[in-house]
């Protein structure tokens, strides 16, 4: 079913060079990170006296939140040793073949964690970055470097990180409290 | 320094002058805009500087390189953003602090009457960000009072 997906996605590469070449910007392991970096730079910086401290702690939890992700997914790397697709089936990558193993998805996993992040304050921005991480999962099947189950696993793993480090944030609320307080001393918060 | 992390090194820091000028003056921060007297032009320039120097990067060249390779991985890639993002800060930071200098000498910050000058983003509302770290040093060291 796994690959019976992907290649059923794979087959239309070659076909709509445009739409190829959004997927080939889009499964970048560059586009989607500086994309919600520099948002998170924006969300810093919005907002007034009184919201801005809480903007300037939901980035504080997604910076947080995708190091998690990213320390689960490499653990679980680690334990599932799951070919790539292209390994198995006769696929047009649409992207260079990664080497590491392909479940869970770590992309998967730090776009879910950032969205997820943003979200718990923000509907409407968190939505937007559900939307790219949704899109960059999806490039990564249609590209053949992942089955769709590495994509739900990475995203289960994003969401988890997320809720945690938020949680955590909650649970010593006084850190970034403190590092806030010294950082508007030096006008950077 | 390869060509590669240049260019992304490159993209990232006009994407982060151009979202931080736009995330500045949508948010009355005049303090540390460069073009403060027009906010309009202020908008505009920075949407097209991130637009531009995203497709410039994607377009110039395929950018799908291994990250094992001539790519960055994770690691490689969170360093050379904090890197280029904080230095294009910075150099944001310094040019608005001269251009705007008359402008924030007024910022409203009495040293004797009060202690401390305002701390936060928010005083840039009102002054640049070097008049701001300067009154706090001369706070802190008492050269103020």
Request: proline share 4%; hydrophobic share 50%.
């Amino acid at each position: 079913m796994d690959g019976a997906i992907v290649r059923f996605l794979n087959a239309g590469v070659g076909n709509v060079a445009l739409f190829d070449w959004l997927m080939n910007v889009l499964v970048s392991d560059y586009f989607v990170p500086v994309a919600g970096s520099l948002l998170l730079v924006a969300l810093w910086m919005t907002g007034t006296h009184e919201t801005r401290p809480q903007n300037q702690i939901t980035t504080m939890i997604a910076a947080g939140g995708i190091g998690g992700a990213n320390a689960i997914t490499t653990i679980i790397n680690g334990i599932v040793d799951r070919p790539r697709p292209f390994v198995d089936n006769d696929l047009t990558l649409l992207f260079y073949a990664p080497t590491d193993p392909s479940f869970p998805s770590n992309t998967a996993s730090v776009g879910f964690a950032l969205a997820t992040a943003v979200f718990l304050r923000h509907r409407r921005l968190g939505g937007v970055l559900y939307a790219l991480a949704f899109c960059w999962g999806f490039a990564r099947v249609y590209a053949g470097v992942h089955y769709p189950t590495d994509v739900l696993g990475g995203a289960v793993v994003g969401v988890v990180a997320a809720f945690a480090t938020a949680g955590l944030f909650r649970l010593l609320s006084f850190v970034p409290r403190y590092a806030l307080r010294w950082l508007r001393l030096v006008y950077a918060a | 320094m390869s060509d590669f992390e240049a260019a992304y090194a490159l993209w990232v820091a006009l994407s982060t002058l151009g979202v931080a000028q736009y995330a500045a003056v949508s948010n009355g921060l005049r303090g540390i805009v460069i073009l403060r007297r027009w906010p309009g032009a202020t908008k505009v320039c920075s949407a097209l500087i991130v637009i531009g120097a995203f497709a410039w990067f994607f377009i110039s060249e395929d950018r799908n390189l291994p990250d094992t390779g001539a790519g960055l991985d994770g690691v490689e890639q969170a360093r050379w953003f904090a890197l280029a993002a904080t230095a294009s800060l910075l150099v944001q930071l310094g040019v608005s602090s001269i251009v705007n200098h008359r402008w924030g000498a007024s910022h409203g910050w009495d040293p004797t009457e009060e202690r401390w000058p305002p701390a936060g983003l928010t005083w840039l509302e009102r002054t640049t960000f070097a008049q701001a770290i300067a009154a706090r040093i001369r706070a802190t060291f008492g050269g103020s009072r």
